[in-house]
Structures are given as structure tokens and as C-alpha cells.
């Protein structure tokens, strides 16, 4: 691995979702699992940046429509219901980083899954000359499978922290876990902390 050309890319570790004042957190949906990402990817961002690496926040965002009520998917809609107006809004409090991890060098607003998908992830990897992309966040089975998947299509290399993302429900997490061993590499954050160090 050469450090410089690595770049971290958390997915949706915002206020909104872990937060206990942000929109899941009012709403009562949080999960313990969910809640330790920050401090457990906290170390792999350190060793990363300190090695000239780059680290990439990809952040879901619900854009405002006229009057300011989200534009929100009819899908999401059933699944989320408590969402509402300001959430996950760009500049808003709840659409920001999770404290633990600020600041990021880069920003991504992303509106589905994928943090590839119509957002400017991809120019922004070319441009840095990155080969690989170590990915963690939530939750397993949406935003991070669908981001490495994306990845794998576009021949970047990449490795998922196995303990650097979660789902609401364990048995979810593992299962995905085993469905993406054969598009990326998968490691623990602290073996990645490990590698990164030994690339130095």
C-alpha cells in the first residue's frame, strides 16, 4: 500500500444518524454498533493522514425543494417517516461529520446509496491519484456495499473495514460481509492502522 495514493472514505457518519439531537437519535433509532464507528475508525484516519493519505466524507444529503421540505425518495419515505424539513440538510447541523472524525480534506454530498453515484467521488480519486480506497460507515448492506461495489466496477482497489461498519441488525452485517469477500479486501481497522504504518 503507498500511503499517498490511499485515500479513507467514511460513509454517512453524520450527526443526523448518530447523534443523539439529530434525526435518528430523536426518532430512537440508533444501534451500539452504530454508535462506536467514529472512535474505532478515529485511529485508520490518523495513521492515514499522517502518511500523506487523503480522507473523503461522503455524507447523505436530503436536498431542500421549494419552501424548504426535503426532497425525499418515495421509498425512503416509507422506510423513514420521521423524517422532515432541515434534515440531513447541506450546511445544517445533523448533514455534518460526527465530531470525532473532523475535518475531513474532502466532502461528498451523496442523495442514494452509492457514494459514487452522481457526485464528484470519482473525478475527485483521479484527480488525487488514488489506488485504493479504504471504506468504512453505515450501514453494511447499503451505502457501504453499494460504494464498494460501485468501486469494483471502476477497478479501484479496495478494502472494507470489517469492524469499520455496521448495520441496525448484527446477523445483516455478517451476511454482507461474506457477500462482498470476493470484490474487496477485508480487514480490521486495526489491522488496517497496522498497514498503513507499515507502508510508511
Known amino acids: 500500500m503507498n500511503a499517498e495514493r490511499t485515500a479513507l472514505l467514511t460513509i454517512d457518519l453524520q450527526n443526523d444518524f448518530l447523534h443523539s439531537e439529530g434525526a435518528y437519535g430523536r426518532a430512537g433509532q440508533s444501534a451500539p454498533a452504530i454508535a462506536a464507528l467514529p472512535a474505532r475508525i478515529a485511529p485508520v484516519r490518523d495513521a492515514l493522514v499522517k502518511a500523506g493519505g487523503t480522507y473523503i466524507s461522503a455524507q447523505f444529503t436530503l436536498v431542500p425543494g421549494r419552501g424548504g421540505a426535503p ?30 472524525l473532523k475535518p475531513a480534506d474532502f466532502t461528498i454530498e451523496k442523495v442514494a446509496y452509492s457514494a459514487f453515484y452522481q457526485t ?3 473525478y475527485i480519486l483521479r484527480a488525487m ?16 456495499a453499494s ?13 472494507m ?12 452485517h455478517d451476511a454482507t460481509l461474506i457477500s462482498l469477500g470476493s470484490v474487496t479486501r477485508v480487514m480490521t481497522c486495526a489491522e488496517a492502522t497496522a498497514l498503513i504504518g507499515a507502508a510508511q
Open 161 to 172: 473495514l470489517s469492524d469499520g461498519c455496521a448495520a441496525f441488525k448484527p446477523e445483516v
Open 129 to 144: 491519484e488514488i489506488e485504493t480506497l479504504i471504506v468504512g460507515g453505515i450501514v453494511t448492506n447499503g451505502g457501504v
Open 147 to 159: 460504494t464498494l461495489r460501485d468501486a469494483h466496477l471502476r477497478d479501484i482497489h479496495t478494502v
Open 120 to 122: 464528484r467521488l470519482e
Open 71 to 100: 426532497l425525499i425518495a418515495e421509498h425512503l419515505k416509507k422506510l423513514r417517516p420521521f423524517l422532515t424539513t432541515d434534515d440531513f440538510t447541506p450546511g445544517g447541523f445533523g448533514h455534518d461529520l460526527v465530531d470525532t
